[in-house]
Each structure stands twice: as structure tokens, then as C-alpha cells.
């Protein structure tokens, strides 16, 4: 019935923050881990859905460069839900075409967790159906300084916007049409800032753990509503 309802006009490229996991959990009188667990939920939910609507790409916000400030007993909460989400669910990425990239600095990651993601990109590299780019430990502005690193180690003396492009993690993927961020608030909190500058903005009040293929459907809707002119008129 949803699917009757969704528009035409689809972004090619959707970024969702996903905002709202602890306040979630505060209200129900839990933990905050059980908001990112739920939170987990929401974003398998979405997946599904966007590739049942045609979405080809979805990149989300997991987790920031700026996210190690969370207490120790959080953060390695959030890892523990990674770890098992995607042993998990890798068979069902496979079998659904879902190829995963993940978007920032690796490098933290160690032991189990890290050989953990390099095999969910192995086992999806050749999928096609959605390509779903988890952000971890990611920052806008840290992508942006590690793209012009690598230009400087190239000997570059003159960078161009399409130097910077091709050596931003999202090298070779379309920038960003639409970026959802769930909860109300409304900020970019250094999200994919270089491949944001045109996208359309859409600040739903809900929160992340209650975001489902209805509340994408309203978002697809208001999404179709906007007349993108890219500086024109």
C-alpha cells in the first residue's frame, strides 16, 4: 500500500543522521545502548525499504569522529551492536544485493571489530541492487583534510573541486540529493559537508529508532515536493 504512494521523483543519493537513539532510550526508561539497538533496527528497516522504493544509494551516520566523547561504557556498547549486526545480518546483505562501504578513518578500529567490517565489504563488493556507506568514525571536515593530504603526498601544487572529489571516501559515488536528520534537530554536525553543498534538507521530528518505511515515504514525498536549481533559477 505504502509503495503506491512513493513519487516519482527519487534522490539518487540519500544521507540520513541518525539522530535521537539516547533520548529514545531516556524515555523509555532505559540505557542509551538500548536506543543504539533499537537504532540498529531502524537502519535494517530503512535499507529494506529504500531498496523496495528504488533508492540506489544511502549513506548514514553511525558514527563521528567526535562520538569518542561518549562515555567508554557507550561507545564500546556501540561497537558490541556493530559487531553482531553485521555477523548477523551478512547473509541476508548478500542474498538482498546490499554492497556495504564504510566511510572514515579505519585505522581505530582493531582486533575483531575491524576484520569484521573488511569482510562484509568483501563478501558485498559485487552487489548492486543498493550500495549502503556506513560512516564510522567519519567527520566532513577530516574527509576533506585526508582527500588533500593525499593530493599533497601525490605532489599535487594545484588542487581542483575534482581532485578533492576523487580522493573524498565517497570517491566515485554522485554527491548527496537528499540528507534526512531524524529527531528535529537541525544541523549537519559535520556530515558529508563537501558532498552535502546542494542536497536537499529535511529535518523530521521523529526519532531515529521509530523511523520506518512510512517515515521514508514521507520524507520521499516532501523530497519530490522540492524544485532543485543548483544556483539557477
Known sequence: MIKKKIPA???NHIGIILDGNGRWATR???PRNFGHREGVNAIVRTVEAARKFGIKRL???AFSTENWKRSDEEVEGIFDLLKEFFVKELDRMVKNEVKINFFGDLSRFKGELREILDKTV???ENNDAIVVNICLNYGGKQDIVQAVNKLIAEGK???TEEDISNNLYSKGQPDLDFVIRTSGEQRISNFMIYQLAYAELYFPKILWP???EKAL???LIEYSKR???FGGY
Open 28 to 30: 523509555q526508561g532505559l
Open 122 to 124: 568483501r563478501a558485498t
Open 227 to 229: 524544485k532543485r536549481r
Open 9 to 11: 521523483k527519487l534522490p
Open 210 to 212: 521509530d523511523f520506518d
Open 157 to 159: 601544487k594545484e588542487i
Open 217 to 219: 515515504c514521507e520524507a
Open 59 to 61: 549513506s548514514v551516520f
